[in-house]
């Protein structure tokens, strides 16, 4: 996959404990942009990271929940418009005109997405990026767990 510079890639994941009564849930992202284009993703700067999690949900629930949030922070205003909850424009941290969501997981597919934005499937294990954002969602899922709220940072 070849990464251009002045788009915003976004590596989403989550997890669930489906085997728990309440089943928590926890997705997380991870946001980055090339000051060049690279063909393997090495280089990239993390503008951002966020997770979320949740009781009685579900992991792809999480993932749409994380890519919400991208929506409202960083969407043109096409993408914001078809974000079910925007966010004020003085609390965005920026724009860019094409974001690229990235996932091991086909069911991203899915998801609503406005013009500028494109999903791509990757396979988890050519990707070190894909780890670290399981294991924040797995982590945001530990903690509301432990926690017994939802928490969103």
Known sequence: MKFEKD?????????CDYGHK????GGAYIAETFATDSKDGVGGKIVDTYTTS???????QMIYRAMDH???????????????????????AGTFEKIVFLSNV????NYPKPENVEIGILPYHK?????EVHDMASQAMRDL????????T
């Open 7 to 15: 788009t915003l890639y976004v590596w989403v994941g989550g997890s």
């Open 22 to 25: 309440e089943r928590a849930g």
């Open 54 to 60: 949740d009781f009685n949900t579900k992991e792809f």
């Open 70 to 92: 991208v929506l409202e922070k960083f969407g043109t205003s096409e993408c914001r418009a078809s974000s079910e909850n925007r966010a004020s424009s003085e609390n965005r």
């Open 106 to 109: 086909q069911y991203i597919q």
């Open 127 to 131: 990707f070190p990026r894909q780890k």
């Open 145 to 152: 767990r432990s926690s017994g709220e939802g928490v969103n």
